[in-house]
């Protein structure tokens, strides 16, 4: 005999908002939807994979409900065995003696071992109105997929914000310039998905250029200023030499940005100024693909 129980479990939510991990295994990444928004099937704002809502429980979450499902079979368990032997009891006189289980088993109550992490921005979509809080700048809607400009502008504001207000602005902005590159990445690969199995440095604009005018007869880089693209690329080598080498502007960096020759051995400049005058480069350049 097999019989298929089902409990339900409700998890626990900070302000409304519940935790939520990719299930990618090459993104893996957290970021929270307002249980108000919540759908049966849910796209990773940060890979734009698809997953049924089931499949993003956070390990914290896996662990919890474990927990109490545990505490409610057995709750489960002791009634039925209860129901089965007082039934055999009754019915078989002497021969069966069962005492019920001493206090009709209950469910112990578990308390969450955890809260769910702060993150850093809380989004609306204008076009589902579905409410999400993510890492940095992003590419997708949970809810819709829509790669909407509204969001990633709403989101460039946020961030500026932060590095307006932040203790540790060079930090802030070292986390920016990353954020702003990985942008361009991921939205890259995903177009680049639906037209080619080529694998190419997805951070190297050049390299994403041709790529695009090969398959699509798209220049990504088209009526953007030469003035405007030496902003972009500098944010995306300095980002690089943050990455890899402490900031300091190698021969690398002055191979790919020979205008800054003058700059060798030093430690590359961040500034607010530059990240924003980028950000507006970069959405011109986003724009030309959606
Ligand atoms: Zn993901
Ligand atoms: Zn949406």
């Known amino acids: 005999m097999s019989k298929e129980i ?3 479990i409700s998890i626990p939510t900070r302000d409304g908002f519940i935790g939520r991990e990719c299930n990618n295994p090459d993104c ?6 307002h249980s108000t928004s919540i759908k049966a099937e849910m796209f990773c704002p940060y890979c734009a994979f ?5 499949e993003l429980l956070t390990k914290d979450q896996h662990d919890y409900v474990n927990e109490v499902a545990t505490e409610q079979a057995k709750e489960y368990m002791f009634g039925e065995i209860d129901k089965m032997f007082g039934q055999l009891a009754r019915k078989s006189s002497k021969a069966v003696k ?3 289980h001493p206090q009709n088993y209950k469910a112990k109550p578990i308390q969450p071992k955890y809260t769910e992490k702060e993150v850093d921005s809380e989004l609306t979509c204008p076009t589902c109105n579905f409410r999400f809080q993510v890492y940095g700048i992003f590419g997708y809607c949970p809810g819709c997929s829509s790669e909407n400009l509204l969001i990633y502008d709403a ?9 307006a207000s932040s203790q540790d602005s060079h930090r802030a902005l070292r986390h920016a310039y990353a954020d702003l590159v990985s942008t361009f990445e991921s939205f890259c690969k995903k177009k680049a998905k639906a037209f080619t199995a080529e694998t190419i440095q997805f951070q190297n ?4 250029r041709k790529l695009f005018k090969e398959h699509v007869k798209i220049d990504i880089l088209e009526n953007i200023s030469s003035h405007d693209l030496l902003t972009l690329r500098r944010v995306f080598q300095k980002r690089h030499a943050y990455e890899h080498y402490q900031g300091i502007i190698e021969e690398k960096y002055i191979r790919m940005i020979p205008e800054d020759k003058n700059l060798l051995n030093q430690k590359a400049e961040l500034s607010l100024d530059e990240f924003t005058r980028a950000s507006h480069v970069l959405r011109h350049v986003l724009e030309k693909m959606v």
């Open 28 to 33: 893996r990444r957290y970021f929270q939807v």
């Open 50 to 54: 698809k997953f049924s809502n089931n």
């Open 6 to 8: 089902r409990f339900n």
């Open 98 to 100: 069962y005492t019920a």
């Open 205 to 208: 604009l050049f390299d994403v």
């Open 155 to 163: 989101n460039l504001e946020i961030i500026k914000q932060e590095i």
